[in-house]
Nanobody, 127 residues
Framework: QAHLVESGGGLVQAGGSLRLSCGFS????????MGWFRQAPGKEREFVAA????????DYGDSVKGRFTISRDNAKNTVYLQMNSLKPEDTAVYYC????????????????????WGQGTQVTVSS
């Protein structure tokens, strides 16, 4: 059973930046592709970003392209989400997720692909 813990959320003004972290334990981290998703009140869970096992392949949701960057440090068992130029519409609970993978270049954008989820961290962007 993998265990994921997000951190780094908080309140920030529009135009500001935050970096989210997701610590991974319980399994071998580099056997997993990772993703970030978000869910705002009254809305469906939305794909934000994904990264393959080695970090060489990434994918982003259309609403965050050019502003957010996903990365991972396999030595630290951690995946990051750098969020720049934040907008009020980025306000949501952000979740990281993990799915086991062979050594391929796939960054998985669909929530149903993921096996393990964290509890989420709140990001609030004020206007």
């Amino acid at each position: 059973q993998a265990h994921l813990v997000e951190s780094g959320g908080g309140l920030v003004q529009a135009g500001g930046s935050l970096r989210l972290s997701c610590g991974f334990s319980g399994r071998t981290f580099n056997h997993y592709a990772m993703g970030w998703f978000r869910q705002a009140p009254g809305k469906e869970r939305e794909f934000v970003a994904a990264i393959n096992w080695g970090g060489g392949s990434t994918d982003y949701g259309d609403s965050v392209k050019g502003r957010f960057t996903i990365s991972r440090d396999n030595a630290k068992n951690t995946v990051y989400l750098q969020m720049n130029s934040l907008k009020p519409e980025d306000t949501a609970v952000y979740y990281c997720a993990a799915r086991p993978t062979i050594y391929n270049d796939i960054a998985y954008p669909r929530a149903v692909e993921y096996h393990y989820w964290g509890q989420g961290t709140q990001v609030t962007v004020s206007s």
